[in-house]
C-alpha cells in the first residue's frame, strides 16, 4: 500500500505559520502593555518624588516663581500619567484583538489537525485491513489442498 500523503499539508504548514505570526505579534503587544506600565509607574515616581520635594521647600518658604515652576511641572507630570493612560487602554484593546487572532488562527490549525488525523486513522484502518486480507489469502492458500 501506498504511503500516507496528506493532500492539505501546506495548507496546514500555512496555518500553524499564520498561528505562530499572530502569537508573536500578541507577545509584542503584552511586551508595549508592560513598558506602558512601567512608564506609568517611574511617571507616578517622578511626580511623587516632585511633591516631596515641594512640601519640604514650602515648610521653609519658597518664592512665587519657584512655585509656578513647581506646580507647572506637576501639571505636566499629571497631564503625561493622562495620556499614558489613555495609551494604556489602547494598547490593551490591541492585545485583546491579538488574542482573538491568535486563538482563531490555532482554531483554524486545530480543526485542520484534526481532519488531518481522522485521515491518517482511516489510512491506517485501510492498511491493517489489506494486511489481514493478504494473511488471510495466504492461509487459505496453505490450508487448500494441493496448494
Same mark, same amino acid.
Given at each position: 500500500?501506498?504511503?500516507?500523503?496528506?493532500?492539505?499539508?501546506?495548507?496546514?504548514?500555512?496555518?500553524?505559520?499564520?498561528?505562530e505570526l499572530a502569537?508573536?505579534?500578541?507577545?509584542?503587544?503584552?511586551?508595549?502593555?508592560?513598558?506602558?506600565?512601567?512608564?506609568?509607574?517611574?511617571?507616578?515616581?517622578?511626580?511623587?518624588?516632585?511633591?516631596?520635594?515641594?512640601?519640604?521647600?514650602?515648610?521653609?518658604? +519658597?518664592?512665587?516663581? @519657584?512655585?509656578?515652576? *513647581? /506646580?507647572? &511641572? $506637576? =501639571? #505636566?507630570?499629571?497631564?503625561?500619567?493622562?495620556?499614558?493612560?489613555?495609551?494604556?487602554?489602547?494598547?490593551?484593546?490591541?492585545?485583546?484583538?491579538?488574542?482573538?487572532?491568535?486563538?482563531?488562527?490555532?482554531i483554524s490549525?486545530?480543526? +485542520?489537525?484534526?481532519? @488531518?488525523?481522522?485521515? *491518517? /486513522?482511516? &489510512? $491506517? =484502518? #485501510?492498511?491493517?485491513?489489506?494486511?489481514?486480507?493478504?494473511?488471510?489469502?495466504?492461509?487459505?492458500?496453505?490450508?487448500?489442498?494441493?496448494?
Open positions: 500500500m501506498k504511503k500516507f500523503k496528506f493532500r492539505l499539508d501546506p495548507v496546514l504548514r500555512y496555518r500553524q505559520y499564520r498561528e502569537l508573536m505579534e500578541l507577545a509584542r503587544a503584552r511586551q508595549a502593555l508592560v513598558l506602558s506600565k512601567k512608564k506609568i509607574q517611574q511617571i507616578q515616581q517622578a511626580r511623587k518624588g516632585v511633591m516631596t520635594d515641594l512640601d519640604a521647600r514650602q515648610t521653609e518658604g +519658597l518664592k512665587v516663581n @519657584r512655585y509656578r515652576i *513647581y /506646580t507647572a &511641572y $506637576l =501639571q #505636566g507630570l499629571g497631564e503625561k500619567i493622562k495620556s499614558e493612560n489613555e495609551h494604556l487602554v489602547e494598547i490593551g484593546r490591541v492585545v485583546t484583538e491579538k488574542h482573538e487572532t491568535a486563538e482563531a488562527e490555532r490549525k486545530d480543526s +485542520l489537525q484534526r481532519v @488531518r488525523e481522522t485521515q *491518517y /486513522t482511516h &489510512y $491506517l =484502518q #485501510g492498511r491493517d485491513r489489506t494486511e489481514q486480507k493478504a494473511a488471510d489469502e495466504l492461509i487459505a492458500l496453505r490450508k487448500r489442498p494441493g496448494g
